[in-house]
């Protein structure tokens, strides 16, 4: 009998699943136990769950440059929403030494309309306003509502669940990885959802019974924050008024209990969409026999204030916005891991490079995780978030502040720092300064910088800041 040759160990394939908006406590290892979204919470149980992962900027271009390429949007240039990622900056695949994997990016890209056909994804498709997806739709006889032949937000949300844009990215998602089930290969899905407006075509997926208040939505809103959040705050309860008159109910911003709680609802319709998708993706990977031969991968560029702090949207450091979740399932791996010290996105493509048996490149500003994806002990480290000038909408007339200070806090910018042991300190060049205890205040309702008994604290994680920024060639002045 002639022996059979042994089989060559594969290289592992990667997924990253990277939806935009999703919070944390969307997952039930996040807490989020009545949120239909069984197949991320089989994942969950099958993975490494980061409790506690912060995004470098809390909004979508600029997290998503430190989330392709390694490097703080300050040094990258992408420090606000839409800025087009410089060439001079690699992303992942390009800093893989293997060659050999097969490589699509589909979905949001939201780094410059070059999109990643150029940076050596092979294949990308778009969901961009003028890409693949609006192509779908049209060759569908679907009608663009706008007239540069292009849909609108409002419109797509309007879809029927077989022509969603999830539904639409897993189909070509399985079609990749049928086509490339013998080759090792590297697939990012960035899906559009759960971003707002938050509507979709299963709006009534959860009971309004089962949709929980979050506690700081329901209290007195605080004087004690930031003006820019203020003012962010009354642009946002003023277009609830009007949008009250203008639109159908399911499109504005809540300002009551019973409001928040119907966006609410339809938020988390928008995650069991994503959810749905995924669920699709890993069946397929099930079907060809490589579940065991791919590393999954799940995060969000940030999260989603949904009414905390009387807020929506990101933009901000509360953790609702700045705090994403974060799964590794490891080719294999069959039980949960909980690690309970913050980590960064910054790590994320370092990490990624590793688990693909890569080098690290001079680029990346992080450090690979992969001794905490196999269990061993790392020195917990203080974590760092930035924001630069944004466009903040501001209603008008208002009386908040005189129009100088409106100006100077609208261009702010902030350094904040998350400690191992709780504690966050929010630094600002041009606008209120906070210090919050995460152990004693999770809910950061009791903003303590201004408490003279907590000068040593402020002066320590300063300290780290001002480290942080001389060692990341960071020049702001705060």
Same mark, same amino acid.
């Given at each position: 009998?002639?022996?059979?040759?042994?089989?060559?160990?594969?290289?592992?394939?990667?997924?990253? %699943?990277?939806?935009?908006?999703?919070?944390?406590?969307?997952?039930?290892?996040?807490?989020?136990?009545?949120?239909?979204?069984?197949?991320?919470?089989?994942?969950?149980?099958?993975?490494?769950?980061?409790?506690?992962?912060?995004?470098?900027?809390?909004?979508?271009?600029?997290?998503?440059?430190?989330?392709?390429?390694?490097?703080?949007?300050?040094?990258?240039?992408?420090?606000?929403?839409?800025?087009?990622?410089?060439?001079?900056?690699?992303?992942?695949?390009?800093?893989?030494?293997?060659?050999?994997?097969?490589?699509?990016?589909?979905?949001?890209?939201?780094?410059?309309?070059?999109?990643?056909?150029?940076?050596?994804?092979?294949?990308?498709?778009?969901?961009?306003?003028?890409?693949?997806?609006?192509?779908?739709?049209?060759?569908?006889?679907?009608?663009?509502?706008?007239?540069?032949?292009?849909?609108?937000?409002?419109?797509?949300?309007?879809?029927?669940?077989?022509?969603?844009?999830?539904?639409?990215?897993?189909?070509?998602?399985?079609?990749?990885?049928?086509?490339?089930?013998?080759?090792?290969?590297?697939?990012?899905?960035?899906?559009?959802?759960?971003?707002?407006?938050?509507?979709?075509?299963?709006?009534?997926?959860?009971?309004?019974?089962?949709? =929980?208040?979050?506690?700081?939505?329901?209290?007195?809103?605080?004087?004690?924050?930031?003006?820019?959040?203020?003012?962010?705050?009354?642009?946002?309860?003023?277009?609830?008024?009007? =949008?009250?008159?203008?639109?159908?109910?399911?499109?504005?911003?809540?300002?009551?209990?019973?409001?928040?709680?119907?966006?609410?609802?339809?938020?988390?319709?928008?995650?069991?969409?994503? =959810?749905?998708?995924?669920?699709?993706?890993?069946?397929?990977?099930?079907?060809?026999?490589?579940?065991?031969?791919?590393?999954?991968?799940?995060?969000?560029?940030?999260?989603?204030?949904?009414?905390?702090?009387?807020? %929506?949207?990101?933009?901000?450091?509360?953790?609702?916005?700045?705090?994403?979740?974060?799964?590794?399932?490891?080719?294999?791996?069959?039980?949960?891991?909980?690690?309970?010290?913050?980590?960064?996105?910054?790590?994320?493509?370092?990490?990624?490079?590793?688990?693909?048996?890569?080098?690290?490149?001079?680029?990346?500003?992080?450090?690979?995780?992969?001794?905490?994806?196999?269990?061993?002990?790392?020195?917990?480290?203080?974590?760092?978030?930035?924001?630069?000038?944004?466009?903040?909408?501001?209603?008008?007339?208002?009386?908040?502040?005189?129009?100088?200070?409106?100006?100077?806090?609208?261009?702010?910018?902030?350094?904040?720092?998350?400690?191992?042991?709780?504690?966050?300190?929010?630094?600002?060049?041009?606008?209120?300064?906070?210090?919050?205890?995460?152990?004693?205040?999770?809910?950061?309702?009791?903003?303590?910088?201004?408490?003279?008994?907590?000068?040593?604290?402020?002066?320590?994680?300063?300290?780290?800041?001002?480290?942080?920024?001389?060692?990341?060639?960071?020049?702001?002045?705060?």
């Amino acid at each position: 009998m002639v022996s059979q040759p042994a089989k060559l160990p594969r290289k592992p394939n990667l997924i990253v %699943f990277l939806p935009d908006q999703q919070r944390a406590d969307t997952l039930a290892c996040y807490k989020g136990k009545k949120v239909h979204a069984p197949n991320l919470n089989k994942l969950a149980s099958e993975s490494v769950v980061f409790e506690r992962a912060y995004v470098t900027h809390p909004v979508c271009t600029p997290s998503r440059s430190s989330l392709m390429t390694g490097t703080w949007p300050h040094i990258n240039g992408c420090n606000r929403n839409s800025v087009p990622l410089d060439r001079r900056f690699r992303v992942f695949p390009e800093l893989m030494e293997d060659k050999d994997y097969h490589t699509a990016y589909l979905g949001k890209w939201h780094l410059g309309e070059e999109g990643p056909g150029r940076r050596r994804f092979q294949e990308w498709i778009s969901t961009e306003p003028h890409g693949d997806y609006t192509n779908y739709l049209i060759s569908n006889g679907i009608t663009p509502d706008k007239t540069n032949g292009r849909f609108s937000e409002l419109a797509i949300s309007n879809l029927p669940l077989e022509l969603s844009r999830p539904k639409f990215l897993a189909k070509h998602a399985c079609e990749f990885i049928e086509k490339h089930q013998r080759d090792p290969f590297i697939l990012v899905v960035a899906f559009v959802e759960p971003h707002s407006p938050y509507n979709g075509p299963l709006n009534d997926e959860h009971p309004l019974s089962e949709i =929980d208040l979050d506690v700081i939505a329901t209290l007195p809103e605080s004087e004690n924050i930031p003006l820019r959040y203020r003012l962010m705050r009354e642009w946002q309860q003023a277009e609830a008024v009007l =949008d009250r008159k203008r639109l159908p109910d399911q499109y504005f911003f809540g300002i009551t209990p019973d409001d928040y709680r119907s966006i609410k609802r339809r938020y988390l319709g928008l995650v069991t969409l994503v =959810d749905q998708s995924i669920g699709a993706i890993l069946d397929c990977l099930e079907r060809v026999g490589l579940t065991d031969d791919t590393i999954i991968v799940h995060t969000s560029d940030h999260g989603d204030s949904l009414g905390a702090h009387h807020l %929506f949207g990101k933009e901000v450091m509360f953790e609702e916005a700045a705090r994403v979740p974060y799964l590794v399932r490891l080719p294999g791996q069959k039980r949960s891991k909980i690690v309970p010290q913050p980590v960064s996105h910054i790590d994320f493509v370092p990490t990624l490079l590793d688990l693909l048996g890569q080098p690290k490149r001079p680029q990346c500003a992080g450090k690979s995780l992969l001794p905490l994806l196999r269990e061993e002990a790392m020195s917990p480290e203080n974590i760092f978030i930035e924001w630069a000038p944004n466009r903040t909408k501001i209603k008008k007339g208002t009386s908040l502040a005189p129009r100088r200070m409106i100006k100077r806090a609208v261009d702010e910018s902030t350094r904040t720092v998350v400690s191992s042991d709780g504690w966050k300190l929010c630094l600002r060049d041009k606008d209120l300064n906070e210090l919050y205890n995460l152990s004693d205040d999770p809910l950061e309702t009791r903003n303590l910088y201004s408490d003279r008994q907590y000068t040593s604290v402020i002066s320590r994680y300063a300290g780290e800041i001002d480290r942080w920024q001389e060692s990341t060639n960071d020049r702001l002045k705060i």
